[in-house]
């Protein structure tokens, strides 16, 4: 069987920037192997923006599209992906940490038996729920090929009943950036916690009552905490004293990072700057800045590509993962206990460990072979 139709499913479509950049790494990948590709998207029009023939300064062939966000687009989605030969999965779409309908809503993409698919670069939270658990792995023990990008990904498939697990890196490390002059300012990436599905929901029970079966989408209207803003506030100035670096704050979805950067800024004891940044700008604007603390994973990939210190809010399994890689490049702090001393030590550390850079870059990027071994794979099943 030739495949010649690729559908590539994962959260692509939001306005968020991490999801952007791993579709358009494996875009790439599957535009170079002479693949026409579907992109199954919560917004078909961003998407065909991005990264179709209505893209800035992209010369590529057409991407097809098909919008899946709503049940009633559930019709659409199975005619379009019955004109596809194969599917990839990528992306942390793994997880109950932000809303118990992600696992339904992205499994059933593979609900169709006849079509091959793999998971290339996936990402794999909490699921701490049984069923939850029984129906990932009632979902990708029929993929060809499971590859995560971390090791701890990887241990929780296992642990869950799979054994066609392999462990690659997120695509987006594959994206060639050139060297930037960094500035006089440490780069913040801030996000509002995850609200279903982790240690946050305890502190409130109408998280977990009610909140925990609203798609995160449905919860970026919600009002921020002023406790946690506080603590952030407190621990920019923090960093900001000790570097003497002034902060900057780059946005990595917009409608939900903004708000928030906004209201940390307005407690600041010092100036301080906003980026809402493109696609084909964010890893150059965060990796212009000497320091960079993250909450977003794709802050921490951005990070890593330019070879700047880094903290990174350990809000998610998956940023102490990243952290660790190599032998440990980043520091790590706990976004529920910011307190000075702990924050302080964290920037002292990011920059002892910062030659630590190229080795976990480099071992990252030798692992995305994986990652080409599985489309290869797929593509030639």
């Known amino acids: 069987m030739t495949i010649k139709r690729v559908a590539l499913a994962g959260w692509f479509g939001s306005d968020n920037l991490g999801d952007e950049l791993i579709a358009k790494a494996l875009l790439e990948q599957l535009l170079t192997r002479d693949v026409e590709p579907l992109v199954v998207s919560v917004d078909a029009e961003r998407t065909r923006q991005l990264h179709g023939v209505d893209a800035p300064n992209v010369n590529v062939p057409k991407i097809n599209v098909v919008e899946h966000r709503r049940l009633r687009q559930q019709k659409d989605l199975i005619k379009a992906l ?35 698919f793999s998971a290339v670069g996936m990402g794999v939270g909490r699921v701490d729920s049984r069923l939850g658990q029984l129906m990932v792995r009632a979902s990708l023990r029929r993929s060809e090929q499971n590859v995560v990008r971390d090791i701890s990904s990887a241990d929780r498939l296992r642990r869950w009943g799979l054994d066609n697990v392999s462990v690659g890196a997120d695509p987006a490390f594959g994206l060639g950036v050139e060297a930037v002059e960094s500035d006089d300012t440490f780069c913040v990436v801030l996000r509002r916690p995850n609200q279903a599905g982790s240690s946050w929901v305890g502190r409130k029970l109408r998280h977990r009552v009610f909140k925990g079966w609203r798609t995160a989408a449905g919860r970026s209207s919600s009002k921020l905490d002023k406790d946690f803003v506080k603590s952030c506030a407190s621990a920019v100035n923090s960093i900001a004293e000790t570097t003497g670096l002034q902060p ?34 964010v890893l150059d604007e965060i990796g212009r800045s000497k320091l960079v603390v993250s909450m977003r994973y794709h802050g921490a990939v951005a990070a890593l590509l330019h070879h700047r210190p880094a903290v990174l809010l350990d809000y998610s399994p998956k940023m102490i993962s990243l952290a660790c890689e190599g032998g440990g490049w980043a520091s790590t702090l706990d976004p529920l206990h910011l307190d000075e001393a702990m924050v302080k030590f964290a920037v002292d550390d990011a920059f002892t460990h910062a030659p630590g850079t190229a080795e976990a870059l480099g071992d990252l990027q030798t692992r995305l072979k994986v990652n080409a071994e599985a489309i290869d794979r797929l593509l030639g099943s």
């Not at 940490?97 to 609900?111: A, G, I, K, V, Y």
Request: hydrophobic fraction near 40%.
């Open 248 to 281: 900057r704050f780059v946005a990595l979805q917009a409608s939900r990072d903004e708000p928030l950067h906004r209201a940390v800024a307005e407690q600041l004891d010092t100036d301080s700057s906003q980026v809402v940044p493109s696609l084909e700008s």
């Open 82 to 116: 019955g004109d596809t030969d194969a599917m990839l999965l990528s992306g942390g779409i793994v997880q109950a940490e932000t809303s118990r309908w992600n696992l339904p809503f992205h499994l059933s993409r593979t609900w169709k038996e006849a079509r091959p």
